[in-house]
């Protein structure tokens, strides 16, 4: 078990990039589905206003801090994390575990085409990792059961999730029961930063915390999402004090 720090409400795990990575390959020689999160503060504002996906992300059994929104926060806690561990950078240490050990990846979501070609250049990268398959996240709620028979018929070790949140964290965990994979998580954009779709952050906007800002240079319809960020550090000054 490791330490949590609560995020308002939001139960996130205090771990490092390689303690995170050595839980999931705990996960891959298990036999249930486990479910792992990603949140940022704009997920964190959706849930303290959605008990519902506040229990999904509580009720997961891996809850990573990314968003540099949530280490400014952890430190105004007081209760600092030790480091930052985004969802990409999550993948591709599990991409290269996946390529070691010659495990199963299944690539759900993003627009036609786009998950097949993320699953082209991961094995360009990574040669040994095995491709169970890949599926478009454009379905139809009464498909879903069909796309749950596709991806148990391969029985991936990893499932990555691209529907965005929290639509992808409801999905994962609708059919955890369900799934014949060893863990599955929700991965937002990364499958098209992957496929080329969107370009990864420059180091200067990675290493000044600024990802949020050249994500939404590449998509400004995204300033909806981004108004959270002001009233998520309000709500954390407030708490801090």
Request: charged share 25%; net charge positive.
């Amino acid at each position: 078990m490791t330490e949590k720090l609560d995020i308002l409400g939001v139960q996130v795990d205090k771990v490092t990039l390689e303690e995170a990575q050595d839980v999931v390959k705990g996960y891959l020689d298990g036999t249930q589905c486990k479910m792992i999160v990603t949140p940022n503060p704009e997920i964190i504002m959706d849930a303290v206003k959605d008990m519902a996906l506040m229990d999904i992300i509580n009720g997961a059994d891996l809850v990573i801090p990314d968003g540099i929104g949530l280490v400014y926060a952890s430190k105004i806690l007081k209760q600092p994390f030790k480091e930052r561990v985004t969802g990409i950078d999550f993948l591709e240490k599990m991409l290269e575990h996946l390529n070691h050990s010659q495990q199963t990846i299944y690539l759900l979501g993003s627009k036609p085409g786009v998950a097949k070609k993320a699953a082209e250049k991961m094995k360009e990268k990574y040669p040994k990792l095995r491709i169970a398959g890949t599926h478009h996240g454009y379905f139809k709620k009464e498909e879903e059961e069909a796309v749950i028979g596709e991806i148990n018929k391969v029985a991936p070790n990893f499932l990555c999730v691209a529907l965005g949140a929290p639509k992808q964290e409801a999905f994962i965990n609708q059919y955890k029961g369900s799934l014949k994979t060893k863990a599955a998580i929700g991965v937002g954009g990364s499958l098209d930063v992957w496929a080329g779709e969107l370009k990864r952050a420059p180091d200067f906007y990675k290493n000044n915390g600024l990802e949020w800002l050249y994500r939404f240079i590449q998509q400004p319809s995204r300033y909806k999402r981004l108004a959270a960020l002001p009233a998520f550090m309000i709500k954390i000054l407030i708490k801090g004090k």
